[in-house]
Nanobody, 123 residues
Framework: QVQLVESGGGLVQAGGSLRLSCAAS????????MGWFRQAPGQEREFVAS???????IYYADSVKGRFTISRDNARNTALQMASLKPEDTAVYYC?????????????????WGQGTQVTVSS
């Protein structure tokens, strides 16, 4: 069973950058598609980005396209590089995994979740 631990969250000013990391343990990491989701207070968890286990399929939410970059090294690490951050990017960010060829964009497609890391963007 894959277990996920996120790190790298924090407080940043608008326009700044942060890099989130997700470390996986257990299971055969290379066969899992990985995703990042976020949840702001009072809102539903929403898709941010996902990447296939081969790294050749990558998807982004429209709201982060051109600002965020997802990557994986298959040494059990997945990263989300965030640039040009906006106050509306403030949320708890979750790393997630599922076994599938196509990296999912819906919460229900993922069955492994990390505990989340807080990202706060001040204006």
């Amino acid at each position: 069973q894959v277990q996920l631990v996120e790190s790298g969250g924090g407080l940043v000013q608008a326009g700044g950058s942060l890099r989130l990391s997700c470390a996986a343990s257990g299971g055969i990491f290379s066969t899992y598609a990985m995703g990042w989701f976020r949840q702001a207070p009072g809102q539903e968890r929403e898709f941010v980005a996902s990447i296939s286990w081969t790294g050749d399929r990558i998807y982004y939410a429209d709201s982060v396209k051109g600002r965020f970059t997802i990557s994986r090294d298959n040494a059990r690490n997945t990263a989300l590089q965030m640039a040009s951050l906006k106050p509306e990017d403030t949320a708890v960010y979750y790393c997630a995994a599922h076994r599938g060829i196509v990296p999912g964009r819906a919460v229900y497609e993922y069955d492994k979740w990390g505990q989340g890391t807080q990202v706060t963007v001040s204006s």
